[in-house]
């Protein structure tokens, strides 16, 4: 099944279960506008490689358009659009006003120079420039992208347009005017909201809690940090090249240690070494996929030992999963609440460059915290009112809040 595909599936589920106007039904099944782009480079040997771009510009009822830009090999405007969807009903699910949109090129970042890669970011981002802008839509990091080269895309986009824009993306340096916070909080997000569900599931003392951790970058790797402080036990942790495991609980300070100096966690020595599929089968409490979407489907589901599931990537379980795990009586935290403390920081650091007026990274977090447990909260009340998943509650909660704000009697 395609991503999108996927994301339908999830929506009509949610507007089944609430009776929602089959007009509306309509009008969310499609983007707004996608946006091809060539994106050519000069590349270190004097040839130019021209990449595919894409920008898809899902839904701006709430707000203008918000969602990260990827650089990955699997890129393809399916892809684009579903995360754009799922942009459109994180912001929702949050209470921010904001939209949803996503966008990336189709490139492997790992096989380009340092030179290369800010080549085409600028090349990236003169194309964009037409179709960005503060009020308009407003990308920002996502995966194999960060701050340097959100800092590029307002550098370039202050050349096109003659003027400088500094709220036209998020997730730039704090130098840069970037929020204080930002770099942490999807992870910090996804970790409140886990300290209620523990509460709410585990009768249990938390230090004897295991985690596996599936994917080691920005994400996973501040989740492991924030969970190894509140006492949890990381048992497995992995990245793109595969997994580590130690039932006695792995090292962190020396995973960081060897994942910066040689490239992988699988370097790690005196550990037992797994795939990124048996990490998801090992007998933890709580699994965090922190990397791609399409990771735990119908042929691996049954198999998952975790009673909680805390969704920092996008779309890494499928809708068969989906079924399968609430059968099973696990909790699922899905991706549009779990790792909505990222976009969430996002508009706080669009609101600091709007108002020229930065927080202390206290009040950052604190606002971070009070939109994340009221979500949390209101998605928690509805999955009980409906009988239904954390997931379909989110997006009941979602699709309520964008509805809402559409006329149909202005079509
Ligand atoms: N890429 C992140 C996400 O998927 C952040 C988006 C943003 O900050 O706009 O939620």
Redesign the pocket.
Known sequence: MNPFEHAMLQLNKAADLIKLDYNFIRLLEKPDRTIQLKVPVKMDNGSIKVFDGYRVQYDNTLGPY???LRYYQSVDLDEVKA?AFW?TI?TAVVDIPMGGGKGGIKVNPKELSFGELERMTRSFARALAPFIGSNVD?????VYTNGEIMAWIVDENTKVKGEEDLGVV??KPIEKGGSKGRDRA?AMGGFYLLQELIEKVFNQDVKTLRVAIQGFGNAGSVMADLLTELGLKIVAVSDSKGGVYSTEGLNLAELKKVKAEKGSVTEMNDVQKISNEELLEVDVDILVPAALENQITEENAANIKARVIVELA?GPTNPGADEILNKMGVYVLPDVLA??G??TV?YFEWQQNQENDYWSEEVVLSRLREKMLAAFEDVWGKSQEYGVSLRTAAFVSALKRITQRIDLSQL
């Not at 407003?138 to 996502?142: F, L, T, W, Y």
């Open positions: 918000k969602g990260g995360l942009m994180k407003v990308p920002a990091p996502d998020t997730g999807t996008n790792n909505a990222g976009v996002s």
